[in-house]
């Protein structure tokens, strides 16, 4: 019995190392950093839109600098007052470019409202949007505009390169 108790205990910790070992190599296979620079954003109607299309829909056209260099295109959503200082978007963009030394695209999702001036804004990665060398690329990306210029920090993780 004493046979069979130490046989299990053993199993055990063979198990929790085991375990362990595979948790520290997934941690090895992943780097989480920053990225920060700025964009310029030229944002146009969508032609296919009418003046008084309700969502408003709107073109995305940037150009990154800093820690990604490339351009991305998207299409936003729009709807409320932005004069007014209430409002909301909702957006996609599709990022080409270097970061990190590493060329591919991922796409961005946006969800951002004002109120009564105030902004609340939210940038993720799309799950499984990375591709070429960023493939696998999770984050969040936040944007600050100051004296009409757009800065950006994009906390990111990529998996290790062989």
Do not use: W
Not at 45 to 50: G, K, L, R, Y
Not at 60 to 78: P, R, V
Not at 120 to 125: D, N, Q, R
């Amino acid at each position: 019995m004493k046979t069979i108790l130490f046989m299990i205990a053993c199993l055990a910790i063979s198990a929790l190392l085991a375990q362990e070992h595979s948790s520290n190599a997934e941690k090895e296979k992943t780097v989480t950093t920053h990225a920060r620079g700025t964009f310029d954003v030229k944002v146009t109607p969508d032609p296919s839109a009418t003046k008084d299309s309700v969502p408003g829909r709107m073109l995305l056209d940037k150009q990154f600098h800093g820690d990604i260099e490339g351009t991305s295109k998207g299409q936003m959503l729009t709807a409320g007052d932005f004069a007014k200082g209430s409002a909301g978007y909702v957006a996609i963009e599709q990022v080409t470019g270097t970061l990190a030394g590493r060329t591919g695209s991922f796409a961005l999702q946006h969800s951002g409202t004002v109120t009564n001036g105030a902004q609340e804004l939210h940038i993720k990665v799309v799950p499984g949007s990375g591709t070429g060398q960023l493939e696998g690329i999770t984050g969040t990306m936040m944007i600050e505009i100051k004296d009409k210029k757009h800065f950006y920090d994009f906390e990111y993780t990529l998996p290790a390169q062989h």
